[in-house]
């Protein structure tokens, strides 16, 4: 089963910085494609970013330019390096799994961390 679990959220000021990590285990041999995804109160859910395990990555519009995904694969984890931010940032942010890369036994399941949460005051 993998497990995923996200660290790094806290609250900041317009215009500040944090780096969400994510963590990822419960799985050997395999590799994985992984997201950002986030989520406010009252709205759903969210793609931020996502990074393949070629290290090509997308992100969404509100965020270019401002966010980073990163992936440091000898630890499992992604990154999210998050600069000038917005009170319009404010959400739970999520990491997932997307496509699975390995042996027969890497689960093309999606899998989600439970998130962390991120306030940006104005």
């Known amino acids: 089963q993998v497990r995923l679990v996200e660290s790094g959220g806290g609250s900041v000021q317009a215009g500040g910085s944090l780096r969400l990590s994510c963590a990822a ?3 050997t041999h395999c ?3 992984m997201s950002w995804y986030r989520q406010a109160p ?7 970013s996502g990074i393949k395990i070629d290290g090509s990555t997308t992100y969404a519009d509100a965020v270019k330019g401002r966010f980073s995904i990163s992936q440091d694969n000898a630890k499992n984890t992604v990154y999210l ?7 319009e940032d404010t959400a739970m942010y999520y990491c997932k ?6 042996p027969w036994w890497c689960s093309g399941d999606n899998y989600w961390g439970q998130g962390t949460q991120v306030t940006v005051s104005s």
């Open 42 to 48: 009252g709205q759903e859910r969210e793609f931020v």
């Open 31 to 33: 590799r994985y494609d």
């Open 25 to 27: 285990s419960g799985y």
């Open 81 to 87: 390096q998050m600069n000038s931010l917005k009170p």
């Open 97 to 102: 799994t997307d496509a699975a890369w390995g």
